[in-house]
């Protein structure tokens, strides 16, 4: 296999870094790493495969003419930049909201649906930490049973916001002052407050999970309710999802059908204190399913408690599957 030129657009961020890191860990062919940034970390270093590379400006890494670029650096930079690359013929790979529900860029999570990228795609769609997890669980389910509404409540950690947000809790357990990245404390507190509000009363991140899951599961008719919180957990977000079906299903099929889906590990034995949780999914790819049961009052209706680590499956490594599948499609 060829060695592939690969840039990180937001190398230095908390994403950015972990991507470095699953490109290394995956052995993906990586002949050249382009670590690219703000003007303002040009020249630091990061860290591949032992050696120190620097960071360079976005202008330069696209000069650089690179097979694949993973943007995590935001929206509006993915909005101006993805473009230029891609019409260098680089293959972007965006971690941002900037392009997810545009009607001809792929929205991918490659265990689910890899089958929507064509050869002529040049930017794919890396879409929320929250919805990855989410339709990781539910889409063997939707398969077999067909999903009519999904009310889904996500507990969620503070690296999905970033370094600054990582700080603020840092600071907080050891009574440091420093700058907020929440309107409100976050150690000891949980904060109902994920995004900006809209008008309709719900937040962005929860109108993604409503907006994305649909796109990905192709099923526009789904009815969704999010509701998204922040907690002081560093990495691992957490999903209380209640979900109705079509068609009735049978509880050990329904762990027979996650068992064997790609990416997803059940752990269920709760009268055994077995069931997944943050602390035990940080630095995992796998997206963790447990507390399986019937919902008592609605019929044809299931319960699920789904944890991942964000900063993986979440974001990076999903976008870094989607380029081994890319690379398998005979790149």
């Given at each position: 296999?060829?060695?592939?030129?690969?840039?990180?657009?937001?190398?230095?961020?908390?994403?950015?870094?972990?991507?470095?890191?699953?490109?290394?860990?995956?052995?993906?062919?990586?002949?050249?790493?382009?670590?690219?940034?703000?003007?303002?970390?040009?020249?630091?270093?990061?860290?591949?495969?032992?050696?120190?590379?620097?960071?360079?400006?976005?202008?330069e890494a696209m000069n650089s003419?690179?097979?694949?670029?993973?943007?995590?650096?935001?929206?509006?930079?993915?909005?101006?930049?993805?473009?230029?690359?891609?019409?260098?013929?680089?293959?972007?790979?965006?971690?941002?909201?900037?392009?997810?529900?545009?009607?001809?860029?792929?929205?991918?999570?490659?265990?689910?649906?890899?089958?929507?990228?064509?050869?002529?795609?040049?930017?794919?769609?890396?879409?929320?930490?929250?919805?990855?997890?989410?339709?990781?669980?539910?889409?063997?389910?939707?398969?077999?049973?067909?999903?009519?509404?999904?009310?889904?409540?996500?507990?969620?950690?503070?690296?999905?916001?970033?370094?600054?947000?990582?700080?603020?809790?840092?600071?907080?357990?050891?009574?440091?002052?420093?700058?907020?990245?929440?309107?409100?404390?976050?150690?000891?507190?949980?904060?109902?407050?994920?995004?900006?509000?809209?008008?309709?009363?719900?937040?962005?991140?929860?109108?993604?999970?409503?907006?994305?899951?649909?796109?990905?599961?192709e099923a526009p008719s789904i009815?969704?309710?999010?509701?998204?919180?922040?907690?002081?957990?560093?990495?691992?977000?957490?999903?209380?999802?209640?979900?109705?079906?079509?068609?009735?299903?049978?509880?050990?099929?329904?762990?027979?059908?996650?068992?064997?889906?790609?990416?997803?590990?059940?752990?269920?034995?709760?009268?055994?204190?077995?069931?997944?949780?943050?602390?035990?999914?940080?630095?995992?790819?796998?997206?963790?399913?447990?507390?399986?049961?019937?919902?008592?009052?609605?019929?044809?209706?299931?319960?699920?408690?789904?944890?991942?680590?964000?900063?993986?499956?979440?974001?990076?490594?999903?976008?870094?599957?989607?380029?081994?599948?890319?690379?398998?499609?005979?790149?």
């Amino acid at each position: 296999m060829k060695e592939i030129k690969v840039a990180v657009v937001g190398a230095t961020g908390l994403v950015g870094q972990t991507m470095i890191r699953c490109l290394e860990e995956r052995n993906f062919p990586v002949g050249q790493l382009i670590p690219a940034a703000s003007q303002k970390s040009v020249g630091k270093m990061v860290t591949f495969r032992g050696a120190d590379v620097p960071v360079v400006t976005v202008q330069e890494a696209m000069n650089s003419r690179p097979d694949f670029a993973l943007f995590s650096a935001g929206g509006a930079v993915s909005l101006e930049w993805a473009p230029l690359f891609a019409a260098n013929d680089t293959i972007v790979i965006d971690n941002s909201s900037a392009w997810r529900m545009e009607q001809d860029i792929p929205l991918v999570v490659p265990e689910v649906n890899a089958h929507v990228i064509g050869k002529k795609n040049r930017i794919i769609a890396n879409p929320n930490c929250s919805t990855i997890q989410m339709v990781m669980s539910l889409a063997p389910l939707h398969i077999r049973y067909n999903i009519k509404r999904i009310v889904v409540s996500t507990y969620q950690s503070v690296t999905g916001t970033g370094v600054k947000a990582y700080n603020q809790l840092q600071n907080e357990i050891e009574g440091i002052d420093g700058e907020m990245a929440y309107p409100h404390r976050i150690f000891m507190n949980c904060i109902p407050h994920c995004d900006q509000f809209l008008d309709n009363g719900y937040t962005k991140e929860e109108m993604k999970l409503i907006n994305e899951t649909r796109k990905i599961l192709e099923a526009p008719s789904i009815a969704i309710s999010a509701t998204s919180v922040r907690v002081p957990v560093f990495v691992g977000h957490s999903e209380s999802v209640n979900v109705e079906f079509q068609n009735d299903f049978d509880l050990k099929e329904v762990r027979e059908l996650l068992s064997n889906f790609p990416g997803v590990i059940v752990l269920d034995d709760p009268l055994s204190d077995k069931y997944p949780m943050p602390v035990n999914c940080k630095g995992r790819d796998e997206v963790f399913v447990g507390r399986i049961r019937k919902d008592h009052f609605q019929p044809n209706t299931l319960n699920l408690w789904v944890v991942s680590d964000n900063l993986r499956k979440g974001a990076a490594t999903n976008a870094v599957q989607i380029a081994e599948h890319i690379l398998s499609m005979s790149f």
